[in-house]
C-alpha cells in the first residue's frame, strides 16, 4: 500500500519560515521523481517544486529563490523548506510520487493527503 504522509504545515507570520516533510512508503523511492504541489481555494492545483530522482530541482517562479526541495533517500522523504512566506504562499500543499522503471519509464502517480500552509498577520 502506498502511502504519502506530509507533515509541517501551520499557520506563519509573513516573512517566516516552515519546513514540510513528506514521508513515503510502499514506492521505490529512490526511482521516483518527487514534487510539492499547492492548490489555494478557487484555484487550480499548481506545481511548486519537483526534485528528479537524479537531484534535479525545478520550482515555480512565483517561489524560486526562496523555497527549496530536498530529498534524503535513506529516510524515503522529501522536504520543502519555506523561507520568506507571503500570504499568496497560503494554499495546501501535497506531496506528489511519480513512480519511474530503472529505465526511467513511467509507472504510476501519487499524491498526499495535503497539508494547510496558512501565511497572515
Known amino acids: 500500500q502506498v502511502q504519502l504522509v506530509e507533515s509541517g504545515g501551520g499557520l506563519v507570520q509573513p516573512g517566516g519560515s516552515l519546513r514540510l516533510s513528506c514521508a513515503a512508503s510502499?514506492?521505490?523511492?529512490?526511482?521516483?521523481?518527487m514534487g510539492w504541489y499547492r492548490q489555494a481555494p478557487g484555484k487550480q492545483r499548481e506545481m511548486v517544486a519537483i526534485?528528479?530522482?537524479?537531484?534535479?530541482?525545478n520550482y515555480a517562479d512565483s517561489v524560486k529563490g526562496r523555497f527549496t526541495i530536498s530529498r534524503d533517500n535513506a529516510k524515503n522523504t522529501v522536504y520543502l523548506q519555506m523561507n520568506m512566506l507571503k500570504p499568496q504562499d497560503t494554499a495546501v500543499y501535497y506531496c506528489?510520487?511519480?513512480?519511474?522503471?530503472?529505465?526511467?519509464?513511467?509507472?504510476?502517480?501519487?499524491w498526499g493527503q495535503g497539508t494547510q500552509v496558512t501565511v497572515s498577520s
Open positions: 510502499g514506492i521505490i523511492f529512490s526511482r521516483s521523481n
Open positions: 526534485i528528479t530522482s537524479g537531484g534535479s530541482t
Open positions: 506528489n510520487a511519480d513512480v519511474r522503471t530503472q529505465y526511467g519509464a513511467p509507472v504510476n502517480i501519487f
